[in-house]
């Protein structure tokens, strides 16, 4: 079994319903997740690196000074990296299976709500329901 087939796969949790890697689009298809110093020119802003859900609930997100270890921020990426932000305020409520995942994203659904997702906690709400349907959260 290689990495695709492992994607492909429908594991069944512990909650009564399944979870196949292939069924969700992830951050890292938008942003850095490790320091990238010579990837980007104009900086905006510092982020702390991102393994999975599990080390984002533990470590901070945006970084008041730069580091070695900070992830820089493009003008560009960075409504992706207030996702992150947002996305780590409702990650302990989402089923402990998601935890060695990258951050989760539904990317064409964020882009039409992005002005009032940033803006809205209702919207986020609702935008994080959505992206968890079917599986146990504890949303407010």
Avoid: W
Avoid at 55 to 61: C, H, I, S, V, Y
Avoid at 78 to 94: D, G, S
């Amino acid at each position: 079994m290689d990495y695709a087939d492992i994607k492909r796969f429908i594991f069944p949790t512990d909650c009564d319903t399944t979870l196949c890697l292939n069924d969700f689009d992830y951050i890292a298809n938008y942003v850095d997740k490790y320091p990238n110093a010579k990837k980007v020119g104009a900086c905006v802003g510092y982020f702390f690196p991102m393994r999975d859900i599990n080390a984002l609930k533990r470590n901070k997100t945006f970084l008041n000074a730069p580091s070695e270890n900070a992830v820089r921020i493009s003008q560009d990426k960075l409504i992706y990296y207030q996702y992150v932000h947002y996305f780590k305020e409702i990650a302990p409520k989402i089923p402990y299976y998601f935890g060695n995942l990258d951050v989760i994203i539904d990317h064409f659904a964020f882009l039409k709500i992005k002005d009032a997702f940033l803006k809205d906690k209702r919207a986020r709400l609702e935008y994080f329901k959505k992206l968890f349907q079917g599986h146990p959260c504890e949303f407010d």
